[in-house]
């Protein structure tokens, strides 16, 4: 069996992708922490503290929010390799006989057009 080619996801255009998937919590949250810091939502604009000063804290949630969906995709990315890595090893070891079956589960097998 040919070896299978494997694209990393630190490809440029994996990368593009999950930096602008990174980027959309940073906005929402950085579209509600400016609606909260100029004091715009009438429910709790007695909560919130007067700020003279409101670019410093909007900057750091926006930073902020951006850097933990940045994490949680790069461990969700990792999760997607390494499935495919073992997909790939198992196609590579095993030829779905009774002596080397195949040890992707039967939905694996059919999503990924290999059966």
């Not at 602008?20 to 919590?25: D, K, L, N, Q, Y």
């Not at 804290?57 to 994490?71: E, F, K, N, Q, R």
Request: charged share 15%.
């Amino acid at each position: 069996m040919a070896p299978h080619r494997y694209i990393p996801s630190s490809s440029a255009a994996v990368q593009g992708e999950r930096a602008a998937g990174a980027a959309t919590p940073g906005l929402y949250y950085g579209l509600f922490a400016f609606f909260l810091f100029t004091r715009k939502i009438p429910v709790i604009q007695d909560e919130v503290p007067n700020l003279n000063y409101y670019w410093v804290p909007l900057l750091t949630v926006v930073i902020g929010a951006y850097l933990i969906a940045h994490g949680f995709f790069s461990v969700y990315a990792m999760c997607v390799d390494t499935l495919f890595l073992c997909f790939c090893d198992d196609l590579e070891r095993n030829d779905g006989s009774s002596e080397k079956p195949f040890l992707m589960s039967p939905e694996l097998h059919r999503i990924l057009g290999k059966s």
